[in-house]
């Protein structure tokens, strides 16, 4: 979540990665190097009708937790927009997240329409204000969603990585994190391989 692989091994997460193994270089893992401007996360939240079903938003809630602990830990800014009825409304920062718990996400409801392009829009705009007041900083941009839209937004400009993480569970699969990932050269995972 810092940034690229530094030079120093790190050995608990390298030792889990070879387990019974003898060491070879795919189980290496490295210490993530801050860059120097520091890192921004911005965290876009899809707070629809959708996100109720099978308590999606109370696990994607639950993930922004961990996530802004992690960001808090880095000393990286965070910024949460939250999208879902007719549009989409920044929610925190960017700031270094200080404190971080359920109480300040509790309030977050869902219910509506996926407005995903109003979202995306919002980060954009706070990303560029972000952009110009540090440049040298990393940008990332999050979007946790289940992908019940018909948005098709382009990828922001400036962002440096795009993470969509997809909480359609569905048998009958829509794909369309998959195929906004897919078409924004950005990564896709589903909590579980986030948290895991």
Request: some cysteine; charged content about 25%.
């Amino acid at each position: 979540m810092q940034g690229a692989p530094g030079k120093r091994i790190a050995w608990p997460q390298t030792l889990a990665a070879m387990r019974q193994d003898v060491l070879r270089a795919e189980h290496l893992r490295f210490v993530r190097a801050a860059p120097r401007g520091g890192v921004l996360h911005c965290f876009v939240l899809d707070c629809s009708g959708s996100m109720l079903a099978g308590q999606r938003l109370s696990l994607a809630k639950g993930l922004l937790i961990a996530l802004f602990d992690r960001a808090s830990a880095a000393r990286a800014e965070a910024a949460l927009v939250c999208f879902g009825g007719a549009g989409a409304d920044v929610r925190f920062g960017p700031a270094v997240p200080r404190w971080w718990n359920e109480r300040w996400l509790r309030p977050v409801e869902g219910g509506g329409g996926t407005p995903l392009a109003a979202g995306v829009r919002r980060a954009a705009q706070l990303l560029e204000r972000s952009a110009r007041r540090k440049p040298a900083q990393q940008r990332w941009l999050w979007i946790l969603t289940d992908g019940r839209t018909r948005d098709v937004p382009a990828r922001p400009p400036g962002v440096d990585e795009v993470v969509f993480v997809d909480f359609e569970r569905e048998t009958i699969r829509l794909g369309r994190c998959e195929t906004l990932a897919a078409a924004w050269g950005a990564r896709r995972l589903t909590p579980e391989e986030l948290i895991g």
